[in-house]
């Protein structure tokens, strides 16, 4: 029972992670909150969908499929609302608002082309099987998001840390002026940001869409307010932060359900990010760099 | 005909009452405060107000005076805890605050009716009351900005810094917008539960908390018609495309978008924006 809950926990706080570094990557690098984020995953999930059912594709190629064309909406994202609001020198809210506008286009787009109701992948070896661990049993969907989800968290950890694009993204991250000095093209580097940031929501999207078997245009929504939830428990821009807040999130909401009962589950997030608030601002998880508010 | 006029009647009432609350928004956005706990202090003074009405049988207009003043009192105790917080981090603990009002609203079912809301609100809410309210509170925003106080907002907002070192006390001086912000979106709550004759946890989460904060960003932050035509706009806008639920979605966030991108001034900087075209 412990050990099926923990798997619970973790699988749902695994695509939380991978959803909210995604989104932290973007605000540690550009210091800018993309609200259009929770539509990209939504996005991810339809194309998902669509290269399993119409292309019968096998899934690790719908993944990937999903995660460039969200990563393409996340280039998107920059081209068409941050880069003018950030060359105009415009209010921060202008760039929450102007993301806002972006998910809404998006959101009805998806109505537009893939209606409104509820749709779900389509069965397959994955879905009904399960094995046994330790007395429980375990979803082997479950074990499979996890995989990916650590599979998603590796890439960019290796990308980051050891090519040159990840030690340009990093530079950005630390100071624009700064990269620029050294001679970074700081414009690719944010559209390539952007990139990565779209492509983990989308992969996140087939993984949590799999896992739940619902994909609706809708279902952005509330992923977004998750991955704001995360944002500030590992702290804005903090990627560990966000990978450990993650999982902790998945385990504290599975964690709640037993101990509030399911119609709490989603206050005790909110409680949390409250209380962090107001004793740990930058997070649990905070260095002695992030000091920003 | 008659059809049509109540359609009318609906719409006028939205555009007022919508428009009262971006006036919420409209002056933290002055102080460059970014609040989503618009839909958390409304969801106070609705509850409260039918509480109020409904089981006490008190009459409307003390029944939303306490709407106002219990919604202030939340917006005085959350602004004292929050407000010290900068950009994203106050967003956040806002948005978090109206999240947490609507979950335990959604789940407090003797008093709230739980997900399926309460139904058979007395509609006591009428045109003139709705008209006459925001007048007086468009009246009270431009008499505060005409005075010594407004001055100093606008010295807040342009650099908050040098205000503090002036010897003001920006913080005492948010708290007390940050409370009458709250004093209006507890009123419109109350307004809007008596209006519609029926309320749900629903009405007043994230998404009430943005359209609201985006009316003000739509029509302009720095104009006292912007609040109300940004939220006329939005409030006539999907009623013109009812034909089509998803074309709505898609017009709205590209009128947004555009003003955002286009026009920093809002709405209302369209006219001078052209003239100067023309005169050019």
Same mark, same amino acid.
């Given at each position: ?55 019968? #594709? ?6 990937? *499929? ?21 060359? %105009?020198?415009?209010? %921060? ?18 109505? !537009? ?13 994955? *879905?009904?099987?399960?094995? !046994? #661990?330790?007395?429980?049993? #375990? ?18 950890? +290796? ?30 580097? %944010? ?9 983990? +929501?989308?992969? +996140? ?18 992923? #977004? ?66 000091? %920003?508010? | ?106 789940? /407090? ?18 045109? /003139? ?11 009270? =925003? ?13 010295? =807040? ?64 932050? /720095? ?26 979605? =898609?017009? =709205? ?28």
């Amino acid at each position: 029972m412990l050990v099926q809950q923990l798997v619970n926990g973790v699988s749902l706080g695994a695509i939380y992670a991978v959803f909210a570094i995604g989104f932290t990557l973007v605000f540690g690098v550009m210091n800018v909150l993309n609200l259009s984020q929770g539509a990209v995953f939504m996005w991810g999930a339809y194309v998902g969908l669509e290269v399993v059912r119409t292309l019968a #594709l096998p899934l690790p190629l719908a993944i990937l *499929a999903a995660a460039t064309a969200a990563g393409l909406l996340g280039v998107l994202s920059e081209v068409l609302v941050f880069r003018p609001l950030q060359r %105009r020198g415009a209010h %921060r809210w202008m760039g929450m608002v102007g993301g806002l506008a972006l998910a809404r286009i998006l959101i009805g787009l998806a109505q !537009e082309i893939f209606g409104t109701q509820v749709v779900r992948y389509p069965d397959n070896a994955l *879905a009904g099987a399960a094995l !046994e #661990l330790l007395g429980a049993r #375990l979803q082997l969907l479950q074990i499979v998001a996890i995989g990916a989800a650590l599979l998603m968290v590796i890439a960019l950890a +290796a990308l980051l840390r050891y090519t040159n694009v990840g030690r340009a993204i990093r530079t950005v991250a630390f100071s624009e002026n700064v990269a620029r000095l050294v001679g970074v093209p700081v414009d690719r580097i %944010r559209l390539m940001t952007f990139f990565v940031s779209g492509a983990l +929501a989308g992969g +996140a999207g087939v993984l949590w869409s799999l896992l739940f078997q619902s994909v609706s245009p809708f279902m952005g929504d509330g992923i #977004l307010l998750k991955g704001l939830t995360v944002l500030i428990l590992g702290g804005l821009g903090n990627i560990v932060g966000a990978l450990v807040g993650g999982v902790l999130l998945g385990l504290v909401e599975v964690a709640s359900v037993v101990v509030v009962g399911s119609g709490y589950r989603d206050a005790v997030g909110f409680g949390i990010v409250l209380l962090i608030l107001l004793t740990r601002p930058t997070g649990l998880f905070a260095t002695r760099e992030t000091t %920003r508010a | 005909m008659t059809d049509l006029f109540y359609a009318y009647h609906n719409v006028i009432d939205l555009c007022l009452l919508n428009s009262m609350l971006a006036f919420g928004c409209f002056i933290l956005l002055g102080v460059n405060l970014f609040s989503l706990a618009t839909g958390g202090l409304m969801a106070i003074g609705a509850y409260l107000s039918i509480w109020l009405t409904m089981q006490q049988g008190w009459s409307f207009a003390p029944a939303l005076t306490a709407a106002l003043v219990a919604a202030s009192l939340a917006a005085f105790g959350l602004g004292s805890l929050v407000l010290r917080l900068r950009g994203d981090y106050f967003t956040m603990a806002t948005l978090a605050f109206t999240e947490v009002v609507r979950i335990i609203a959604l789940n /407090w079912d003797s008093v709230t009716g739980g997900a399926l809301g309460v139904f058979g609100i007395p509609q006591l809410t009428e045109t /003139w009351q709705l008209a006459g309210l925001l007048a007086l509170v468009i009246y009270l =925003i431009w008499a505060v900005r005409h005075s010594a106080v407004g001055e100093r907002m606008r010295a =807040i907002a342009a650099d908050e810094l040098a205000v503090s070192t002036a010897g003001h006390d920006v913080a005492r001086f948010k708290l007390a917008l940050f409370t009458a912000s709250g004093a209006i979106a507890g009123l419109g709550g109350g307004l809007a539960a008596h209006l519609n004759m029926f309320i749900a946890p629903g009405d007043f989460g994230f998404l009430r908390s943005v359209d609201t904060v985006i009316a003000p960003v739509l029509g302009g932050v /720095w104009n006292l018609a912007g609040p109300v035509i940004g939220a006329s706009v939005l409030v006539v806008l999907p009623e013109a495309l009812r034909f089509s639920a998803q074309m709505r979605e =898609i017009l =709205i966030g590209v009128t947004m978008l555009a003003v955002v991108l286009f026009l920093p001034a809002g709405l209302v900087g369209l006219p001078k924006l052209s003239r100067r075209r023309a005169a050019s």
